[in-house]
């Protein structure tokens, strides 16, 4: 049995179809099931049944899934401390980030860290603080990056920036003549919202908890799986959202957004790694280059 097999065992299990995989690969159709063959055969156990041109698990495949992402990901772990022998940061550093701070906080500390460190091959994911988080204590990625609070005690959380909520209106809303908002007026208007998950959507709903104001109250009319799209909306529309100060300074500046003059909190940037995992040099020369702001 050889790490190659087992990589492609999972991608075969993942699509259900040999002909998909072997393309996600880069290898042949022939190639991989002659990899699939060899498993089977070397063990003495069918893992997919064939059912006309599809593939399904089979029973004994379904539970070998677990065990071939462990050993891949204990592979992964002896790669990282072989690189940490070698003396300097090398080797793999995978990174999921939040998207505001992997569209306006993260991309120039990167490029600092590729200079520095160049023997790292960075590799970053953006989806939102949850998925981020869940990667982390999944295996699927030494840090994380996000805004706002995880629930997670396997995890260790280390602040390493401040960033500022923002209240936005299109020109046509009314809020856009900076009149001043009480909390009962936020009950007066139709909403956009980040999507289940996001951090800024989880420090304002905690905002409005704040203000005894029940989120579930709001008219929430779309929520929207980005910052760029939340904006599209609320400046082609009549509704408002509440997005971080950098992903709207341009929109502002611009005219297309205007900050509604209603007081909103700050939160913070932080990052995320396993508590019982080994920092490797790459790791700890990214958690000390973050931590400088």
Known sequence: MTLDQLRIFLEVAAREHVTQAAEALNLTQSAVSAAISALEARHGVILFDRVGRRIALTEAGRLFVDEAQGVLERAKAAELALADLGGSAAGVLRIHASQTVASYWLPSRLV???????RVDLRLTVGNT??????????????????????MPEL?????????????????HPWADGRELTADDLLETSWIMREKGSGTRSAFEAHLTSLDIDPQALSVVLEMPSNEAAIAAVEAGLSATVLSSRATEFHSLAGAL???????????????????????????AMLGMLGKG
């Open 112 to 118: 600092g860290y590729h200079e520095r460190f160049p």
């Open 130 to 151: 949850q998925s981020a988080a869940e990667a982390v204590l999944a295996g699927a990625a030494e840090l994380a990056v996000v805004e706002g609070e995880i629930a």
């Open 156 to 172: 260790r959380r280390s602040l390493v920036a401040r960033d500022r909520l923002v209240l936005v209106v299109g020109s046509r």
């Open 258 to 284: 205007h900050v509604a003059n209603f007081e909103m909190p700050s939160r913070a940037f932080s990052t995320l790694r396993h508590g019982e995992r080994h920092v490797t040099r790459a790791l700890g």
